[in-house]
């Protein structure tokens, strides 16, 4: 079986001002989001992951640092950086303010059946989930029996987890969207097309670090 640990990247500055952060431009962490990442590199620390696969963008791979600088088990973990694990491209609206009552952005969020991105030259929902499906599965079949961390997009990982766990295109952005550094954990059964979900969207270990 094949454990996928899914985490989204630490808060932004673009995320902080609410604009269009897709595959196509990036902006440095945030404090709060250097923190979140590092307590949830805390979280799981005891977690000897079998490899570790990043996005190519630089909150990701900075995200991933912070998480893997508090891990326990590194001698002779695997790290990789794809670009398949980048965020939707959003074209002509990448860094634009958000405005909430756009109709392809209310698509985007709630019905992404219907997200039609080629009037500003974005990436649709069908290529984000098959170049990122075609990853996930592809070391799934080189951990078979392991533990894989991957982080990556908001955008990007609720769309993969509901195609992955089967539900219909209609409710890709169900549960969304995922909290910066949230943990979403998937199981798949070797040699199963099945996975399952065994934590989602979890940052409950941020307000246990709180506490204490």
């Known amino acids: 079986m094949t454990t996928f640990y899914f985490i989204r990247h630490g ?14 431009i990036d902006s440095p962490l945030l404090p709060i989001g250097i923190e979140q990442a590092i307590q ?4 799981l620390g005891d977690i000897a992951f079998d490899a570790v696969y990043v996005s190519t963008q630089k909150r990701a791979m900075d995200t991933a640092n912070y998480i893997l600088k508090e891990n326990n088990f ?23 303010e ?11 969020r709630n019905r992404p059946d219907l997200y039609d991105p080629t009037a500003f030259d974005g990436e649709t ?13 592809k070391i799934s079949e080189s951990y078979p029996d392991g533990k894989v961390l991957i982080v990556a997009h908001g955008v990007l990982l609720i ?14 952005r169900e549960g ?7 943990i979403t954990i998937l199981e798949k059964e070797t040699n199963q097309q099945n996975y399952t979900i ?11 670090s709180e506490e204490a």
């Open 74 to 96: 590194l001698d002779g973990l695997t790290v990789q950086y794809y670009d398949s694990l980048r965020e939707i491209k959003f074209g002509k609206r990448e860094g634009v």
């Open 11 to 24: 808060k932004t500055e673009l995320n902080l001002s609410l604009r269009f952060q897709g595959g196509e």
């Open 40 to 43: 949830a590199g805390r979280y």
């Open 176 to 182: 969304g969207p995922l909290a910066n550094t949230s």
């Open 125 to 137: 929902i069908d290529s984000l989930v098959a170049r990122s499906t075609e990853t996930i599965e």
């Open 198 to 208: 065994k934590s989602f969207n979890d940052i409950s270990y941020q307000s246990q």
């Open 159 to 172: 769309t993969l987890i509901n195609s992955l766990v089967g539900k219909e295109k209609a409710k890709w």
């Open 98 to 108: 958000i405005d909430h009552t756009d109709e392809q952005t209310d698509h985007l």
